[in-house]
Protein backbone atom coordinates (compact mmCIF):
# COMPACT_ATOMS: atom_id res chain seq x y z
CA UNK A 1 0.00 0.00 0.00
CA UNK A 2 1.07 3.81 -1.04
CA UNK A 3 1.78 6.19 2.02
CA UNK A 4 2.25 9.81 1.17
CA UNK A 5 3.61 11.63 4.11
CA UNK A 6 1.83 15.30 3.45
CA UNK A 7 0.75 18.57 5.39
CA UNK A 8 -1.38 21.57 3.91
CA UNK A 9 -0.38 23.91 1.54
CA UNK A 10 3.43 22.18 0.69
CA UNK A 11 4.52 20.75 -2.11
CA UNK A 12 3.20 17.31 -0.92
CA UNK A 13 -0.20 18.89 -2.13
CA UNK A 14 1.03 18.26 -5.49
CA UNK A 15 1.46 14.54 -5.22
CA UNK A 16 -1.85 13.79 -5.08
CA UNK A 17 -2.48 14.99 -8.74
CA UNK A 18 0.57 12.13 -9.24
CA UNK A 19 -1.33 9.42 -7.27
CA UNK A 20 -4.67 10.09 -9.19
CA UNK A 21 -2.93 9.56 -12.22
CA UNK A 22 -1.44 6.34 -11.66
CA UNK A 23 -4.83 5.48 -9.88
CA UNK A 24 -3.35 3.31 -7.69
CA UNK A 25 -5.10 3.64 -3.88
CA UNK A 26 -3.19 5.40 -1.44
CA UNK A 27 -3.40 6.50 2.72
CA UNK A 28 -2.44 9.71 4.19
CA UNK A 29 0.10 10.23 7.05
CA UNK A 30 0.22 13.62 8.03
CA UNK A 31 3.47 15.55 9.53
CA UNK A 32 3.01 18.43 10.63
CA UNK A 33 6.28 19.69 11.43
CA UNK A 34 4.99 23.37 11.80
CA UNK A 35 3.78 22.12 15.16
CA UNK A 36 6.90 20.48 16.00
CA UNK A 37 5.43 16.97 15.54
CA UNK A 38 7.76 13.99 15.65
CA UNK A 39 7.97 12.32 12.39
CA UNK A 40 7.29 8.47 12.19
CA UNK A 41 10.42 6.06 11.49
CA UNK A 42 8.86 5.48 8.34
CA UNK A 43 8.84 8.85 7.26
CA UNK A 44 12.40 9.70 8.43
CA UNK A 45 13.79 6.65 6.38
CA UNK A 46 11.87 8.29 3.29
CA UNK A 47 12.89 11.47 3.99
CA UNK A 48 16.62 11.95 5.56
CA UNK A 49 16.10 15.61 4.98
CA UNK A 50 12.78 16.03 6.33
CA UNK A 51 11.66 17.04 3.51
CA UNK A 52 7.42 17.06 2.45
CA UNK A 53 6.28 15.23 0.01
CA UNK A 54 8.06 11.80 1.15
CA UNK A 55 6.35 8.11 -0.01
CA UNK A 56 6.19 5.07 1.26
CA UNK A 57 5.60 1.91 -1.36
CA UNK A 58 5.28 -1.25 1.29
CA UNK A 59 9.44 -1.38 1.37
CA UNK A 60 9.95 1.54 -0.75
CA UNK A 61 10.78 4.49 1.06
CA UNK A 62 11.69 7.59 -1.02
CA UNK A 63 10.83 11.47 -1.00
CA UNK A 64 11.51 14.78 -3.44
CA UNK A 65 8.47 15.60 -5.99
CA UNK A 66 10.21 14.63 -8.86
CA UNK A 67 11.74 11.25 -7.48
CA UNK A 68 8.49 10.45 -6.47
CA UNK A 69 7.46 11.00 -9.87
CA UNK A 70 9.86 8.93 -11.97
CA UNK A 71 9.56 6.07 -8.95
CA UNK A 72 5.38 5.81 -9.97
CA UNK A 73 5.23 6.43 -13.39
CA UNK A 74 8.09 3.21 -13.72
CA UNK A 75 6.42 1.22 -11.29
CA UNK A 76 2.76 1.80 -12.10
CA UNK A 77 2.31 3.47 -15.19
CA UNK A 78 5.41 2.80 -17.49
CA UNK A 79 4.71 3.40 -21.39
CA UNK A 80 1.58 5.55 -20.65
CA UNK A 81 2.78 8.25 -17.87
CA UNK A 82 7.03 7.41 -18.37
CA UNK A 83 8.09 6.95 -22.36
CA UNK A 84 9.32 3.14 -22.12
CA UNK A 85 13.17 2.65 -21.72
CA UNK A 86 13.90 2.35 -25.80
CA UNK A 87 11.10 5.16 -26.69
CA UNK A 88 13.16 8.00 -27.96
CA UNK A 89 11.01 10.64 -25.67
CA UNK A 90 12.78 8.82 -22.82
CA UNK A 91 15.82 11.26 -23.53
CA UNK A 92 13.83 14.58 -23.16
CA UNK A 93 11.43 12.86 -21.15
CA UNK A 94 14.55 12.34 -17.94
CA UNK A 95 15.89 15.93 -18.40
CA UNK A 96 12.65 17.53 -18.57
CA UNK A 97 11.86 16.07 -15.27
CA UNK A 98 15.18 16.59 -13.62
CA UNK A 99 14.36 20.38 -14.88
CA UNK A 100 12.41 21.04 -12.52
CA UNK A 101 14.69 20.10 -9.02
CA UNK A 102 17.80 21.05 -10.64
CA UNK A 103 16.59 24.21 -12.53
CA UNK A 104 13.46 25.85 -11.90
CA UNK A 105 12.93 25.13 -8.42
CA UNK A 106 16.39 26.19 -7.23
CA UNK A 107 15.71 29.37 -9.04
CA UNK A 108 13.44 30.43 -6.82
CA UNK A 109 16.37 31.25 -4.35
CA UNK A 110 17.58 33.51 -6.86
CA UNK A 111 14.09 35.73 -7.15
CA UNK A 112 13.45 35.35 -3.62
CA UNK A 113 16.43 35.83 -1.52
CA UNK A 114 17.74 38.50 -3.93
CA UNK A 115 20.23 36.82 -5.00
CA UNK A 116 23.12 38.51 -7.27
CA UNK A 117 23.11 36.34 -11.09
CA UNK A 118 25.69 34.16 -11.36
CA UNK A 119 24.82 32.47 -14.68
CA UNK A 120 28.23 30.12 -14.74
CA UNK A 121 28.02 29.13 -11.39
CA UNK A 122 24.42 28.62 -10.35
CA UNK A 123 23.21 25.47 -12.21
CA UNK A 124 20.44 27.10 -13.03
CA UNK A 125 21.78 29.47 -15.15
CA UNK A 126 19.58 32.84 -14.23
CA UNK A 127 16.09 32.96 -13.30
CA UNK A 128 15.35 34.37 -16.77
CA UNK A 129 17.29 31.75 -18.90
CA UNK A 130 15.63 28.98 -16.91
CA UNK A 131 11.94 30.64 -17.61
CA UNK A 132 13.38 31.28 -21.38
CA UNK A 133 13.98 27.38 -21.37
CA UNK A 134 10.87 25.94 -20.87
CA UNK A 135 9.39 28.99 -22.86
CA UNK A 136 10.80 28.21 -26.29
CA UNK A 137 10.61 24.18 -25.63
CA UNK A 138 6.65 25.02 -25.28
CA UNK A 139 6.46 27.06 -28.62
CA UNK A 140 4.91 24.66 -30.61
CA UNK A 141 4.27 21.87 -28.15
CA UNK A 142 1.42 20.47 -25.94
CA UNK A 143 3.63 18.66 -23.41
CA UNK A 144 7.19 19.03 -22.32
CA UNK A 145 8.58 15.85 -23.01
CA UNK A 146 6.47 13.56 -25.84
CA UNK A 147 3.52 13.94 -27.85
CA UNK A 148 1.50 12.88 -25.03
CA UNK A 149 1.35 14.25 -20.97
CA UNK A 150 4.01 12.19 -18.94
CA UNK A 151 4.37 13.04 -15.41
CA UNK A 152 6.95 15.18 -16.55
CA UNK A 153 4.46 17.59 -17.24
CA UNK A 154 2.58 17.28 -13.49
CA UNK A 155 5.94 17.96 -12.09
CA UNK A 156 6.69 21.25 -14.35
CA UNK A 157 4.06 22.67 -14.47
CA UNK A 158 2.84 22.09 -10.91
CA UNK A 159 5.99 24.19 -10.03
CA UNK A 160 5.55 26.63 -13.07
CA UNK A 161 1.74 27.42 -11.58
CA UNK A 162 3.61 27.95 -8.06
CA UNK A 163 6.56 30.70 -9.29
CA UNK A 164 3.12 32.22 -10.84
CA UNK A 165 0.84 32.41 -7.71
CA UNK A 166 3.82 34.09 -6.01
CA UNK A 167 4.01 36.63 -8.46
CA UNK A 168 7.74 35.51 -9.35
CA UNK A 169 7.08 34.82 -12.95
CA UNK A 170 4.12 35.53 -15.41
CA UNK A 171 3.07 32.79 -17.75
CA UNK A 172 3.28 34.18 -21.82
CA UNK A 173 0.42 32.99 -23.03
CA UNK A 174 1.55 29.66 -24.58
CA UNK A 175 3.09 28.45 -21.13
CA UNK A 176 -0.52 29.57 -19.66
CA UNK A 177 -2.19 27.38 -22.11
CA UNK A 178 0.32 24.76 -21.33
CA UNK A 179 -0.85 24.99 -17.59
CA UNK A 180 -4.69 24.88 -18.23
CA UNK A 181 -4.24 21.57 -20.18
CA UNK A 182 -2.45 20.53 -17.49
CA UNK A 183 -4.93 21.36 -14.96
CA UNK A 184 -7.91 20.17 -17.17
CA UNK A 185 -7.19 16.54 -16.70
CA UNK A 186 -9.60 14.50 -14.59
CA UNK A 187 -6.91 12.99 -12.28
CA UNK A 188 -6.57 17.26 -11.66
CA UNK A 189 -10.17 17.62 -10.54
CA UNK A 190 -10.38 14.12 -8.58
CA UNK A 191 -6.65 14.84 -6.61
CA UNK A 192 -8.30 18.28 -5.77
CA UNK A 193 -11.29 16.65 -4.42
CA UNK A 194 -9.29 13.94 -2.39
CA UNK A 195 -7.58 17.07 -1.05
CA UNK A 196 -10.51 19.23 0.20
CA UNK A 197 -11.87 15.97 1.83
CA UNK A 198 -8.03 15.55 3.62
CA UNK A 199 -8.35 19.46 4.29
CA UNK A 200 -12.01 18.28 5.90
CA UNK A 201 -10.98 15.66 7.90
CA UNK A 202 -8.54 17.99 9.55
CA UNK A 203 -11.06 20.67 11.09
N1 LIG B 1 12.41 19.90 -4.01
C1 LIG B 1 11.69 19.37 -2.89
C2 LIG B 1 11.34 20.49 -1.94
C3 LIG B 1 10.78 19.95 -0.66
C4 LIG B 1 10.48 21.07 0.34
O1 LIG B 1 11.19 22.06 0.44
N2 LIG B 1 9.40 20.87 1.14
C5 LIG B 1 9.03 21.79 2.17
C6 LIG B 1 7.52 22.00 2.14
S1 LIG B 1 6.97 22.70 0.63
C7 LIG B 1 9.34 21.19 3.54
O2 LIG B 1 9.27 19.98 3.71
N3 LIG B 1 9.65 22.02 4.52
C8 LIG B 1 9.86 21.57 5.88
C9 LIG B 1 11.24 21.76 6.37
O3 LIG B 1 12.09 22.25 5.62
O4 LIG B 1 11.48 21.44 7.54
C10 LIG B 1 10.44 18.65 -3.41
O5 LIG B 1 9.78 19.19 -4.31
O6 LIG B 1 10.13 17.59 -2.91
Redesign the pocket.
Given at each position: MITLYW?PQ???ERMFWLLEEIDEPYRLERFN?KDGAQPSEAFKQASP?????ALSDDDVHL????A?ALYLADRYAMGRLAPALDDPARGPYLYWMFFT?SAL?PAIAEKVGGLEPRPTSYPWGTFDRMTGAFEDRLKGRHWIASDSFTMADAVMSSSIAYIAAFKLYEPVPHVADYLARCTDRPSYAAAAKRLEEAMAALA
Open positions: NTRAYLRKLPADSAIPE
